[in-house]
């Protein structure tokens, strides 16, 4: 790794990926990449790693992907001037995470040599399927979804295959603008290919070999230097998804090994693949979604390493196939995002655990995007839009409070003006506010909940919203800090009937109808007797907590704006320092975990995933029905013996 | 009538002077002197004494200054003011603590967001709404707004800034607000979003709103104190403010609408990049601004400064057009350092203090300045005429531990140095060009700033840019560009929402058309010689789109074209920055905007070319430029060159603060202005 050519060459890599980057989002037509910045171009290596990713524009958590299973499932010589599509998970390697995202890579020769690759990625805004936007929680399978197109050439030697863009077209609902996102993609991979030769034109292709290797080896390094600091050992943690309503939570259970520079992260225990769009597949490599708690830490501490596949070299996760991060064909992923905050949640639980002094409290653990549909009076065509996207505070952190509004590994979201949904969307908002009072407390408290308040001004609105959770278990608090508060929907009819409608998933609002959302906050860190009193002040003063709250939580009697008494002598105290080490999950949790401890819901886990994949849904019911009427606290001894009980009457 | 440009620096106050009309550019005279500290306007005050002194005005003879100042960037920065409050509509009490949600560093696990100007405890809610077409939902509660005001007061504010949902259309309820405050309060200062800017954004338009509150009273007082000194010793001179898209504006209106000037230190740099671009006649200038810390740049084509809609000052977007600066990179003071054994350049500086260790002012890391005095490409005999020493030894032993832990010589350590800060810049220069649809070779690279001319020629010539400029007064160019900065306004119209018509289109033009003309009539007597030429530009978009562009529309016998003629400039500018069109979509126009100007008199290009003399270099010194050492580099002084001068780099020009680098393959010549121009054929 040369110290110079490398930081040289990372640099100029950095000004393509960015260029290419900028020239995608310029040029996508639909609203949906630009709103979200639901999209990426990148390069990758002969062996699919990423040597160059974008962080200025589109999604930054996919620097630690591979591009080699799509690259392998075509089982012809890539030639110059070809592009390959796809969007289908299965034979992508897991490449594409739900059929909604289109893949294309493009490779890129110099003098007749293939140097690299150009990737890049959409999610389409829609791709057929049982629903407008081909997403919906409910789903429970990928044919539902829409098209799936598995690796083909898209183009042959710079001649665009027609009947593939047919294809395209005809299964969306929008095909034109999908299309248009495409060719938007391809000409930034064309951009990318120029540069490419460029340089390599320049600086010769064996300084471009060696520059791609060096910056790969710097980000590693970096990641080392991280992971190295960490304590040797190994941590568990366990969370939860709710699922659809009804049916039983979905366990998440991460366990992290800290060896030296190395980690390996293995996702055994967690529940079976379920039947709604909450799965997705990772295939056999360590798939990014599953290390985003970890690589978000380490580019956290090392902010000046470059953001590539180096990243995810020293880190080696698992799922065992089967498993809702790790599901078979035929399984539906439109509403995996859920899954990934939530993994990257019991990541963040166990390096609580390998860090001194731990770092963080659960965030509101959601990144939902409320949408409406409505028929134009004028026109009386039907029209979509996005309204807001919808997270909640992000968890405390060691050494300060947590983000209000937003959790930070969801930090790319951008609120659209209400100004502007007013005059898009045929509905006001009559507020769009943080909440007091319900912030995770603690030394450092949780971000604040956000809430929206909106009517319909038209005969019939229809709001659709995904990727909400965190109604019945609430983000947990660490080291003494309370938990958050939970997620709630209600609606507000125009004669003033109240309805609570928990996690909305489609709902038709008449004029004159509100629906008052409102999300979770983010978990509280340290104990909060130990808050500096001037914070709680503040707190109170800005109207975040109530004058009660400080004198009953924090032990601060405030008069007026100043501090009257405060009860606690010693203020002192740092993540290990804090007697507590419990986290604070909360009653719901508590309550249901009295029943089914982690143990009992691991065990079930792996019984389930040890029987034939045609078995597990029908055993898991049955096992599920019996041991539901258990009194008392279940063994692990207990659920696999009913699940083997079941299994075994089946096949009898 | 005499004309004098001042601009503030850090370390120096700078001066241009314009005697008299029949002067041309190259009899501009310039000069700097120490920036006086912590009274800014010392230093104003006393330049202007000089000026005066020497050229013996006389205390009723017609001045005008215009005067470019940081101060209203400062207090934001520096968070140095008296608390202030916003009202805002129920139910929105926190627009700013929202903020759009998103976080500047995505994925970093400790990210915040910026503390707004404002803490909760001083944002009231007013009972009101005004709906997205105008019409009232709600009346305003004049009680919750008497409420409101006791509160602040009573939460100890001086001033309040009064931004409600939806007042970009209609902006009653904010008025209301204002005449109830200047009944029941009337020594609290009120301003309402929509005087300051009315445009769609609640957010954006809050915080400029705040802005504009947060910096009043310091520019108030800033203003007033030259305003005294000018009434009293030069009777007739007028007092005019730089704004942040590049014009000048009166003192009275700076006062009232200091918002407008929060971004105006970098506009006035491209403003004079623009007047000389027109002398030399370029058709598209990159503006390459080098300080100690950061590197700016800009681009300006056909004679049209890019106008920004995302400019920020202290993390704080400002909404008003500003002339658009993109920072690409390291200063002159950015730290050279290793990490994990790979060479980094900045982003830490050492700013002015202790800066880079040849200052011999305390610094001993090692800097991008100190790696070009290694290379040769900064006087060892120091700058300023000596009076900034530059210490060779100090550089070389603040980069001795990086060349022995790397096991290369301190000057090829220095070498890399420059080139790892090459290519950042090009990692942020590219993409901002791809953004903009021009390529490198297209333009012409003005360069001014302390280290513009060592480092630009470098970056040029790795990016392939052909021709180069460097002004003849580029260490005081940005005062130079208020000295021909014209009076400009900024007004626009929301549009959105709006169902087009061609006589929608006209009326909208037609009232911005006579706001632009009266603010220009009341910018005091220097408007009723100003020509005023008005440009409209829609923003405009896909309808599924949430991008807008911004749109030159087309004038005929003065009148706005039609909405027809409007999607067809949309269609081809689409087409030019994108490379696709689509003819058959629905396109909006979100908003139109006029930009007026009062046309000023300018130094006219009065050049002479010479015959090409042969000029002996001061000296020969060693030079390392990319890899290359070349041992005896011709030095010209640049006071000995005239037009018609002609030389091959590599070569060095030496100026008086600065020096510039002309490498090799590029061509050096004295263009018939003064000022020097570099080129090569390929």
Request: aromatic share 6%; charged share 20%; with cysteine.
């Amino acid at each position: 790794m040369d110290p110079i050519l490398t930081e040289i060459m990372k640099n100029r890599f950095t000004a393509m990926a960015e260029e290419a980057s900028t020239v995608a989002y310029r040029t996508a037509h639909t609203t949906f990449v630009k709103q979200t910045q639901d999209f990426q171009v990148a390069l990758a290596t002969l062996d699919g790693e990423f040597f160059a990713y974008p962080t200025m524009t589109g999604v930054t958590n996919g620097s630690g992907d591979s591009i080699s299973g799509m690259v392998k499932a075509i089982d012809e010589k890539i030639l110059p001037g070809d592009v390959i599509v796809s969007n289908d998970p299965f034979n992508t390697g897991g490449l594409a995470t739900h059929i909604m995202d289109v893949h294309l890579v493009q490779p890129i020769y110099h003098q007749g040599e293939l140097v690299c690759y150009a990737w890049s990625f959409v999610h389409a805004s829609d791709v057929g399927g049982a629903v407008p936007g081909s997403i919906s929680p409910d789903l429970s399978e990928v044919y539902q979804e829409g098209l799936r197109l598995r690796p083909a050439k898209l183009v042959r030697e710079g001649v665009l295959n027609r009947d593939i863009v047919g294809i395209i077209k005809d299964n969306s609902r929008i095909g034109e603008a999908v299309w248009g996102d495409l060719e938007a993609l391809m000409s930034a991979m064309r951009l990318l290919s120029n540069r490419v030769n460029e340089l390599c034109e320049k600086m010769g292709v064996a300084a471009f070999r060696e520059g791609v290797a060096g910056v790969l080896s710097y980000s590693e390094r970096k990641a080392r230097e991280i992971i190295g600091q960490l304590k040797d050992g190994t941590y568990t943690f366990a969370d939860y998804i709710e699922g659809a309503e009804g049916s039983e939570p979905i366990l998440l259970h991460c366990s992290l090994t800290i060896d030296g520079d190395e980690a390996e992260i293995d996702y055994s225990g967690s529940s079976p693949q379920v039947r709604s769009a909450l799965n997705f597949y990772s295939g056999e490599r360590s798939h990014p979604f599953l290390c985003l708690g970890l690589t978000n830490y380490i580019y956290t501490m090392a902010p000046t390493m470059p953001v590539n596949g180096g990243s995810i070299r020293p880190i080696r996760a698992r799922a065992p196939l089967g498993s809702v991060m790790n599901a078979e064909f035929p399984a539906s992923s439109g509403n995996r995002w859920v899954s990934v905050m939530r993994i990257y949640d019991t990541l963040i639980g166990c390096l609580n655990q390998a860090i001194e002094g731990g770092i963080a409290a659960c965030g509101a653990g959601q990144g939902g995007i409320i949408s409406a549909s409505w028929i134009d009076a004028a026109t009386g065509r039907s029209r979509v839009s996005v309204v807001e996207p919808f997270s909640g505070g992000s968890g405390a952190r060691v050494r300060g409070d947590g983000v209000d509004a937003n959790d930070t590994m969801i930090g790319y979201l951008k609120s659209t003006p209400v100004e502007y949904v007013e005059v898009e969307v045929p509905l006001v908002v009559h507020r769009y506010e943080l909440v007091s009072d319900v912030a995770g407390h603690g030394k450092y408290r949780g971000g604040a909940a956000i809430r929206i308040e909106i009517e319909a001004r038209v005969p019939e609105l229809k709001i659709a919203v995904r990727g909400l959770d965190r109604f019945r278990f609430q983000p947990w608090g660490v080291y003494g800090g309370h938990p958050g508060s939970n997620s709630a929907g209600e609606v507000i009819r125009a004669d003033g009937r109240r309805e609570v409608i928990g996690m909305v998933k489609v709902l038709t609002l008449f004029a004159g109808d509100r629906l008052l959302m409102t999300s979770s906050a983010g978990g509280g860190f340290g104990p909060a007797e130990t808050r500096d009193p001037d914070l709680v002040l503040r707190d109170v003063l800005d109207g975040f907590i109530s004058a009660e709250t400080a004198r009953e939580i924090y032990g601060v009697e405030i008069d007026g704006d100043r501090i009257a008494a405060d009860k606690n002598l010693s203020r002192g105290g740092e993540g290990s320092e804090f007697a507590d080490t419990a986290i604070a999950i909360g009653p719901a949790r508590e309550a249901f975990e009295a029943l089914w401890p982690v143990e009992a819901s691991v065990e079930y886990s792996k019984a389930i995933l040890a029987l034939p994949f045609g078995l597990r849904g029908i055993v898991g019911s049955r096992a599920r029905a019996e041991l539901e009427g258990h009194d008392g606290q279940l063994t692990p001894q207990a659920v696999r013996r009913s699940v083997e009980a079941h299994a075994a009457a089946l096949a009898a | 009538m005499l004309r004098i440009g001042i601009d503030i620096g850090g370390t120096f106050t700078d001066f241009a002077v314009w005697k008299k009309e029949t002067d041309g550019y190259t009899d501009v005279e310039s000069f700097k002197i120490p920036t006086s500290r912590p009274d800014f306007s010392q230093a104003v005050i006393d330049g202007i004494s000089q000026v005066v002194a020497r050229h013996r005005v006389n205390v009723d003879d017609p001045v005008l200054v215009v005067h470019s100042t940081t101060i209203s960037t400062n207090a934001v920065i520096e968070r140095s003011q008296p608390p202030i409050a916003l009202f805002t509509t129920k139910g929105f009490r926190d627009v700013l603590g929202i903020a759009r949600l998103r976080l500047d560093k995505p994925i970093d696990l400790f990210n915040r967001r910026v503390t707004p100007l404002v803490p909760r405890e001083r944002v009231f809610e007013i009972t009101e709404r005004v709906l997205a077409d105008g019409s009232v939902e709600r009346e305003l509660d004049e009680a919750s707004v008497i409420s409101a005001l006791d509160a602040a007061r009573q939460k100890g504010a001086t001033a309040v800034g009064v931004s409600l949902l939806n007042s970009y259309v209609n902006p009653r309820h904010e008025q209301v607000v204002l005449e109830l405050a200047a009944k029941h309060h009337p020594d609290l200062e009120v301003v309402a979003s929509s005087d300051v800017w009315p445009q769609q954004s609640e957010y954006e338009r809050a915080v400029l709103t705040l802005l504009n509150v947060y910096v009043k009273s310091v520019m108030d007082g800033y203003l007033e104190k030259i305003d005294t000194f000018l009434s009293r010793s030069l009777k007739n001179a007028k007092l005019f403010v730089m704004k942040s898209n590049g014009g000048m504006m009166s003192a009275s209106e700076a006062r009232s609408l200091p918002a407008h000037t929060l971004l105006s230190g970098p506009a006035a740099g491209v403003t004079a990049a623009k007047t000389l671009g027109e002398y030399l006649d370029l058709d598209r200038v990159l503006t390459f601004d080098m300080g100690g810390t950061s590197t700016d740049v800009s681009l300006i084509e056909g004679g049209r400064p890019m106008i920004s809609a995302q400019a920020e000052v202290g993390e704080f977007p400002v909404l008003v057009p500003s002339t658009a600066v993109e920072a690409i990179g390291a200063g002159g003071g950015s730290v050279v350092w290793l990490d994990g054994g790979i060479l980094k350049v900045g982003p830490r500086s050492a700013g002015s203090k202790p800066g880079p260790a040849c200052y011999g002012l305390g610094g001993t890391e090692p800097t991008l300045s100190d790696a070009y005095l290694i290379c040769g490409l900064l006087p060892d005999t120091g700058l300023l005429g000596g009076k900034l020493a530059l210490d060779v030894a100090r550089a070389e032993t603040a980069f001795k531990l990086i060349a022995d832990t790397l096991g290369i010589s301190v000057e090829k350590a220095a070498e890399s140095a420059i080139a790892v800060a090459t290519s950042n810049m090009m990692a942020k220069l590219l993409p901002f060009l791809a953004r903009v649809g021009v390529g490198p070779t297209d333009c012409t690279l003005m360069l001014y700033g302390g280290a513009g001319a060592v480092h630009g020629p470098l970056l040029a010539d790795e990016i392939g840019v052909r021709r180069i400029v460097v002004p003849r007064v580029p260490s005081v160019f940005c005062a130079f560009g208020c000295l021909v900065s014209d009076l400009l306004h900024d007004t626009m119209r929301n549009m959105h929402g709006t169902v087009l018509s061609d006589a929608a289109l006209a009326e909208a033009a037609e009232q911005l058309r006579v706001a632009g003309e009266e603010w220009v009539a009341r910018q005091g007597e220097i408007s009723a010689g100003a020509v005023i030429v008005q440009t409209f530009t829609a923003e405009m978009r896909y309808a599924a789109q949430s991008f807008t562009l911004p749109v030159e529309l087309e004038l005929s016998e003065g009148k706005i074209g039609s909405v027809q003629n409007a999607f067809e400039r949309f269609h081809a500018e689409h087409e030019r920055l994108f490379g696709h069109a689509s003819a058959d979509l629905p396109v909006v126009i979100d908003a139109l905007r006029l930009r007026t100007a009062g046309k000023q008199e300018k130094p006219a290009p009065k050049g002479r070319s010479g015959p090409s003399v042969p000029v002996e270099p001061r000296i020969h010194r060693r030079l390392r430029i990319n890899g290359k050492t070349y041992f005896q580099a011709p030095v010209f002084s640049q006071g000995s060159l005239e037009p018609g001068f002609r030389a091959k780099g590599p070569a060095m020009v030496e100026q008086e603060i600065a020096t510039v680098v002309v490498p090799p393959d590029y061509w050096v010549e004295i263009g018939p202005l003064g000022d020097i121009v570099m080129t090569r054929d390929h």
